[in-house]
């Protein structure tokens, strides 16, 4: 039988699992694995050359039954339905497995950041916040960054909301700029979020993490500031890429210097370590693989090939179930996406419910608030996995959608 690399029908899958081990009847499980609300958007953009070119956007809700949804909006040429919906689908259960009083959302607009200038950037911006505007709002959906977007992104969307609707809005979207509402700690949140749990793996499997080596796939966001925090953890990190290609350095590479090259230049560009490619850099025998990039980098052809003792899924769904399987038959352990990538939302919440409040907090509350929140989650999904003898991506679900259903029953949906 022929992998599915569709994320729609991957996310599908992984909730059948999950939700037959649970017991749910079958209309339930019929809920969960459809989004519950789905737009899909054309609007026109003016070009800096003055010619107008129409682009397609879309936004999914996946289940609002535990509260409002929330998830990230992305720009990239390669955003489809399929994605969209899965995606919130996923952001549902990292809600659900990190107890945040949401359900999953998520958008994007098909386009390539890279071809447009900033201005462009910006219609594109104000023009799918326009398209979605009667479909979110701080009691209702919450978008936030997600890849190639960024604070500025939002901070534009949070401006045309608010214009539109006539009143101050900043609980609309999250991860903006903190003069207009961010919060400290966001944009280290994610990668800081996928460390917390990787320190408290570590140390149940007796790693100490001054001697763990590290390979990470991605030098966004997420997979550079997890590289630096990991560093200054103790580990070594020995191998980065980003979409050019990588460079792996068995001695340990310095993160610092390769931060400052990304700022202007791939990390392909530099010379001072062996090439790699990414789909080597995968393969790589280290202690701690960082999948940081896209979906469906992990599959059933590469899986045996992997050594890592530990992959920790910075990235959303880059791991198929069948390369699940595999990983689980050779004792490597995954801490999934929607609990390894999961500090995002969880600091978007404390944003969120700082604009509520017109009250914010210090980074180091932040973090705090954050490390504890992690690092309990990561306890409950450890000790489930250990009851049902499931892996960890498994009894994150079940974790996750109990709260779901329990609230749709709550509610009397079902």
């Given amino acids: 039988m022929q992998e599915t690399l569709n994320p729609y029908e991957i996310a599908q899958q ?10 749910l009847p079958e209309h339930i499980i019929h809920i969960l694995k459809n989004p519950k609300r789905v737009l899909s958007v054309s609007f026109s953009v003016k070009m800096d050359d003055g010619s107008v070119r129409v682009f397609q956007g879309y936004r999914s809700q996946h289940n609002d039954a535990v509260g409002p949804t929330k998830g990230g909006i992305r720009f990239h040429p390669e955003v489809s339905l399929d994605e969209v919906k899965a995606l919130s689908m996923w952001m549902s259960f990292k809600c659900g497995v990190v107890g945040l009083p949401y359900g999953g959302g998520k958008g994007g607009v098909i386009c390539n950041p890279r071809e447009h200038s900033k201005a462009e950037l910006e219609r594109i911006s104000r023009g799918f916040m326009e398209a979605i505007a009667d479909f979110v709002g701080p009691d209702k959906d919450i978008p936030a960054p997600d890849v190639y977007t960024n604070a500025q992104t939002m901070g534009w969307m949070m401006d045309t909301y608010s214009r ?15 003069i207009i509402g961010g919060s400290k700690g966001r944009n280290e949140a994610t990668a800081q979020g996928c460390v917390y749990t990787i320190l408290a793996a570590l140390e149940d499997m007796g790693i100490p993490a001054n001697t763990a080596t590290v390979a990470i796939q991605g030098f966004g966001n997420a997979g550079r500031i997890a590289a630096r925090l990991l560093a200054e953890a103790g580990c070594k990190v020995v191998a980065v890429s980003d979409s050019k290609g990588g460079v792996y350095q068995p001695q340990g590479l310095d993160v610092a210097v390769l931060e400052q090259l990304k700022d202007n230049a791939s990390i392909a560009d530099y010379s001072g370590a062996q090439h790699i490619s990414n789909e080597a850099l995968l393969e790589l025998d280290v202690d701690i693989l960082v999948p940081a990039a896209l979906e469906n980098v992990i599959t059933s052809s590469n899986a045996k090939r992997i050594k890592a003792k530990l ?12 390369a699940d399987r595999v990983l689980s038959e050779k004792g490597i352990i995954v801490i999934p996406d929607v609990l390894a990538n999961a500090g995002g939302v969880t600091v978007s919440y404390f944003e969120w419910v700082q604009n509520l409040q017109h009250f914010y907090w210090s980074e180091e509350e932040v973090l705090e608030k954050l490390q504890g929140n992690m690092i309990q989650s990561y306890q409950s999904v450890r000790d489930l996995a250990k009851q049902f003898k499931v892996d960890l991506r498994t009894a994150a679900y079940m974790i996750a959608i109990k709260r779901i259903a329990s609230a749709m029953e709550a509610r009397g949906w079902v």
């Fill in 14 to 23: 992984q909730v059948d699992t999950a939700a037959k081990l649970l017991n």
């Fill in 164 to 178: 539109m609707k006539g009143v101050y809005s900043p609980g609309v979207i999250t991860g903006k700029p903190l």
């Fill in 311 to 322: 992959v920790a899924e910075a990235a959303n769904g880059p791991t198929t179930p069948e």
